[in-house]
């Protein structure tokens, strides 16, 4: 009795983590090359914290020559769930970034999963999800990739109105290059689709509203955050790096600013990142205050709410296993400065030096 007790605990337990492991839908292949059955989750992926395994097979010498004409190309993906279990899909992808499409030997790309039949509640109304790639060949830039991916997650710890990204160890098999292999970080964005219906608001499309439309504790949260990781790259007015959500109970004078795109800020100090000429500083690593002018007790909330996330966002830094020791001190030295002067009462006075 308790051996056929055992075996079924055995099976009932596998069964529940094959279903907790497997992410996408598709072709499902196994190390012997059979099929096994369709696979339908409910998963969202970027509730896991385990970095995904994805192979993306592609000409990427096609990609790179046609990054600048915003056309969608063909290429397989396969997610892998264990070593002997993957999930295979053709997707389509295409080059996005301004900047980071001329700069960057692979630029981070739109990932289009409309007709890859991918079934997924938490997909389901989402055309394409954006992707954060290694740009460059270099290890540097592996570790500009990391720090991003953990400025993105900072702001979780703040506030959850973020963007949710998901770490992926990203395989390239080229094509046009005799399927050479190459292995590289990067990472899953969010899609704002999935954004607004998780916190149950509606995208803002308009690029007139200025920072007095924002809900104040919003917004100014988004700009410490922003002043404490050392961005300046992003206005509310045309929306530039910053998406707009309309959120219930706010009405017309009390949207909400989500930032993203870190890769010029100083936690991550990218040896391509120079601030714009107009703020009169020399280096990202410089901070630069944009949110609004407050009095100074106004500001001392919001920064008093950032300094009780003091340990749990250095803990999130130190204990973050996919980045060297010495990146990890960058960051900390470099959040720490914030911390010391916020607690010492003299960041108010350096935020009016600039607000707008």
Same mark, same amino acid.
């Given at each position: 009795?308790?051996?056929?007790?055992?075996?079924?605990?055995?099976?009932?337990?596998?069964?529940?983590?094959?279903?907790?492991?497997?992410?996408?839908?598709?072709?499902?292949?196994?190390?012997?090359?059979?099929?096994?059955?369709?696979?339908?989750?409910?998963?969202?992926?970027?509730?896991?914290?385990?970095?995904?395994?994805?192979?993306?097979?592609?000409?990427?010498?096609?990609?790179?020559?046609?990054?600048?004409?915003?056309?969608?190309?063909?290429?397989?993906?396969?997610?892998?769930?264990?070593?002997?279990?993957?999930?295979?899909?053709?997707?389509?992808?295409?080059?996005?970034?301004?900047?980071?499409?001329?700069?960057?030997?692979?630029?981070?790309?739109?990932?289009?999963?409309?007709?890859?039949?991918?079934?997924?509640?938490?997909?389901?109304?989402?055309?394409?999800?954006?992707?954060?790639?290694?740009?460059?060949?270099?290890?540097?830039?592996?570790?500009?990739?990391?720090?991003? !991916?953990?400025? !993105?997650?900072?702001?979780?710890?703040?506030?959850?109105?973020?963007?949710?990204?998901?770490?992926?160890?990203?395989?390239?098999?080229?094509?046009?290059?005799?399927?050479?292999?190459?292995?590289?970080?990067?990472?899953?964005?969010?899609? +704002?689709?999935?954004?607004?219906?998780?916190?149950?608001?509606?995208?803002?499309?308009?690029?007139?509203?200025?920072?007095?439309?924002?809900?104040?504790?919003?917004?100014?949260?988004?700009?410490?955050?922003? !002043?404490?990781?050392?961005?300046?790259?992003?206005?509310?007015?045309?929306?530039?790096?910053?998406?707009?959500?309309?959120?219930?109970?706010?009405?017309?004078?009390?949207?909400?600013?989500?930032?993203?795109?870190?890769?010029?800020?100083?936690?991550?100090?990218?040896?391509?990142?120079?601030?714009?000429?107009?703020?009169?500083?020399?280096?990202?690593?410089?901070?630069?205050?944009?949110?609004? @002018?407050?009095?100074?007790?106004?500001?001392?909330?919001?920064?008093?709410?950032?300094?009780?996330?003091?340990? +749990?966002?250095?803990?999130?830094?130190?204990?973050?296993?996919?980045?060297?020791?010495?990146?990890?001190? +960058?960051?900390?030295?470099?959040?720490?400065?914030?911390?010391?002067?916020?607690?010492?009462?003299?960041?108010?006075?350096?935020?009016?030096?600039? @607000?707008?």
């Amino acid at each position: 009795m308790k051996l056929i007790l055992t075996f079924r605990i055995l099976v009932v337990s596998a069964f529940l983590f094959f279903n907790y492991s497997v992410h996408l839908m598709g072709q499902v292949t196994v190390d012997d090359g059979s099929i096994v059955d369709t696979i339908d989750t409910q998963l969202d992926i970027f509730e896991v914290e385990e970095p995904m395994i994805i192979t993306l097979t592609l000409d990427l010498k096609k990609y790179q020559k046609t990054k600048f004409k915003g056309e969608y190309m063909p290429a397989d993906l396969s997610y892998h769930i264990n070593d002997s279990v993957r999930i295979e899909k053709n997707i389509r992808l295409k080059a996005r970034g301004a900047f980071r499409r001329s700069y960057c030997t692979f630029a981070p790309f739109w990932l289009n999963i409309r007709k890859s039949d991918i079934k997924n509640q938490h997909l389901e109304d989402v055309k394409r999800v954006k992707v954060v790639t290694q740009c460059r060949g270099s290890s540097l830039h592996g570790t500009y990739v990391l720090k991003e !991916y953990l400025a !993105y997650r900072i702001y979780n710890v703040l506030s959850p109105k973020s963007f949710r990204t998901r770490l992926v160890r990203m395989k390239y098999i080229d094509t046009g290059r005799k399927n050479k292999v190459t292995e590289s970080w990067a990472f899953l964005i969010e899609p +704002e689709e999935m954004l607004a219906e998780r916190l149950n608001g509606i995208a803002i499309d308009n690029d007139e509203l200025g920072m007095r439309f924002m809900e104040p504790s919003e917004m100014d949260l988004a700009a410490l955050f922003q !002043y404490m990781i050392g961005n300046s790259d992003y206005t509310i007015p045309r929306r530039h790096n910053v998406k707009i959500l309309g959120l219930p109970g706010y009405g017309s004078t009390g949207y909400t600013p989500v930032p993203y795109d870190f890769d010029y800020s100083g936690i991550v100090n990218a040896d391509y990142a120079i601030p714009g000429e107009i703020l009169g500083i020399k280096s990202v690593t410089e901070r630069y205050y944009l949110g609004p @002018c407050r009095e100074t007790h106004e500001y001392r909330e919001s920064i008093d709410y950032i300094i009780t996330h003091k340990d +749990e966002i250095l803990d999130l830094i130190t204990s973050f296993p996919h980045l060297d020791p010495s990146g990890k001190k +960058e960051i900390v030295d470099y959040l720490t400065e914030f911390f010391k002067l916020s607690e010492e009462h003299g960041l108010e006075i350096d935020l009016n030096r600039t @607000c707008r």
